[in-house]
T-cell receptor, first 117, second 111 residues
Framework: GAVVSQHPSRVICKSGTSVKIECRSLDFQATTMFWYRQFPKQSLMLMATSNEGSKATYEQGVEKDKFLINHASLTLSTLTVTSAHPEDSSFYIC?????????????FGPGTRLTVL | TQLLEQSPQFLSIQEGENLTVYCNSSSVFSSLQWYRQEPGEGPVLLVTVVTGGEVKKLKRLTFQFGDARKDSSLHITAAQPGDTGLYLCAGGREAGNKLTFGGGTRVLVKP
């Protein structure tokens, strides 16, 4: 149980294009999903909290118009990197909380490696 | 400023040796999770501790939550190359809220 998938696993795009990353909870419902960014050999940096049916809550310093988040169902959240630039290249990871569990555990997806040329 | 300080940042040991990773904070957490992450993959949950003084064992891994719920440790006995990875601690303050992650400890176990 508690499986989270991400798609795509790897994407290479040209500067100026937009990239959409999907995060799905496969065997549980997730009212809350989280989007993280991770640079090489560093810990996870929370970008935003995605709540089903409402607007995402962004962390300080994260541009909400740059990183669009949509959480349209209890099993799917999407992150769109708009007008991507080389500095947006990173490892993006989502996580989800199981609606049926009372604790703080988050279950992570396998990550998406974004490379912007 | 990192609310959760992990130490050491990097640890290289020989197979069969023991190791301990520490996670410290001046803040109280309602729960603390330990994750292991391998290169190019997402973190995998190892354990959650919620009670002050709690000790949990997972095969060769022993996790402890401090009495005041401000710190935690992960001890690995007889480390194996398969234990290599980035170990992350993460604290939660309210059920369902976002987690605060430590800076991570990179562990390398040489055969």
């Amino acid at each position: 149980g508690a499986v989270v998938s991400q798609h795509p696993s790897r994407v290479i795009c040209k500067s100026g294009t937009s990239v959409k990353i999907e995060c799905r909870s496969l065997d549980f419902q997730a009212t809350t999903m989280f989007w993280y960014r991770q640079f090489p050999k560093q810990s996870l940096m929370l970008m935003a909290t995605s709540n089903e049916g409402s607007k995402a809550t962004y962390e300080q310093g994260v541009e909400k118009d740059k990183f669009l988040i949509n959480h349209a169902s209890l099993t799917l959240s999407t992150l769109t990197v708009t007008s991507a630039h080389p500095e947006d290249s990173s490892f993006y990871i989502c996580s989800a909380r199981d609606f049926g569990l009372a604790g703080d555990e988050q279950f992570f997806g396998p990550g998406t490696r974004l490379t912007v040329l | 400023t990192q609310l959760l300080e992990q130490s050491p940042q990097f640890l290289s040991i020989q197979e069969g040796e023991n190791l301990t990773v520490y996670c410290n904070s001046s803040s109280v957490f309602s729960s603390l999770q330990w994750y292991r992450q391998e290169p190019g993959e997402g973190p995998v949950l190892l354990v959650t501790v919620v009670t002050g003084g709690e000790v949990k064992k997972l095969k060769r891994l022993t996790f402890q939550f401090g009495d005041a719920r401000k710190d935690s440790s992960l001890h690995i006995t007889a480390a194996q190359p398969g234990d290599t990875g980035l170990y992350l601690c993460a604290g939660g303050r309210e059920a369902g809220n976002k987690l605060t992650f430590g800076g991570g400890t990179r562990v390398l176990v040489k055969p």
